[in-house]
T-cell receptor, first 111, second 111 residues
Framework: SQTIHQWPATLVQPVGSPLSLECTVE??????LYWYRQAAGRGLQLLFY??????ISSEVPQNLSASRPQDRQFILSSKKLLLSDSGFYLC??????????FGQGTRLTVV | SQKIEQNSEALNIQEGKTATLTCNYT??????LQWYRQDPGRGPVFLLL?????KEKRKERLKVTFDTTLKQSLFHITASQPADSATYLC??????????FGAGTTVTVRA
């Protein structure tokens, strides 16, 4: 089965600083990759998904961007963080009609 | 727009009893529905998938039903144990690349 590696596990960043979260996938090729954000007590909000290298679809307008430089690498970035960017970020790999595999998540606190 | 609602935020039950969780959805015709378990500070873990043409699915002490007329899924944990304490998320998938999640129901099983 697949393994999703996400790092770091926790991150505290000042407002206005840049962000880069990396996600890599093992155990599959050509996966569909996803970035979700989860606020406390809330569901998972889909931020970006990618069906191939260089292909990014954005679900909500926001202060974040995503890139997929390699087949099994997915990066979430921001040039200048806002307080509202705080949350629990999850990377996932998913194929139609099958289970989704999630990383362990990154807890981002913007101060 | 799509809406996925899971029953009350928290469910407290006695060990050995059956926990029943509800997932209702509107403005959506999912091809399948999934249930995940999420422990605090961790990524969700897949439990069960049920397709639109299936009424019921079982896995060990877990049972899921799917009623596309009522637009509802029920998730049962029978003979509950303290180790079943977690947040349970339902997710809906269609014929696109997206998996949409509910906010989750937190289950606490008392010994």
């Amino acid at each position: 089965s697949q393994t999703i590696h996400q790092w770091p596990a926790t991150l505290v960043q000042p407002v206005g600083s840049p962000l880069s979260l990396e996600c890599t996938v093992e155990g599959t090729s050509n996966p569909n990759l996803y970035w979700y954000r989860q606020a406390a007590g809330r569901g998972l909000q889909l931020l970006f998904y990618s069906v191939g290298i260089g292909q990014i679809s954005s679900e909500v307008p926001q202060n974040l961007s995503a890139s997929r430089p390699q087949d099994r690498q997915f990066i979430l970035s921001s040039k200048k963080l806002l307080l509202s960017d705080s949350g629990f970020y999850l990377c996932a790999s998913y194929r139609l009609n099958t289970e989704a595999f999630f990383g362990q998540g990154t807890r981002l606190t913007v101060v | 727009s799509q809406k996925i609602e899971q029953n009350s935020e928290a469910l407290n039950i006695q060990e050995g009893k059956t926990a029943t969780l509800t997932c209702n959805y509107t403005n959506y015709s999912p091809a399948y529905l999934q249930w995940y378990r999420q422990d605090p500070g961790r990524g969700p873990v897949f439990l069960l998938l049920i397709r639109e043409n299936e009424k019921e699915k079982r896995k060990e002490r877990l049972k899921v039903t799917f009623d596309t007329t009522l637009k509802q899924s029920l998730f049962h944990i029978t003979a509950s144990q303290p180790a079943d304490s977690a947040t349970y998320l339902c997710a809906l998938g269609g014929n696109d690349y997206k998996l949409s999640f509910g906010a989750g129901t937190t289950v606490t099983v008392r010994a």
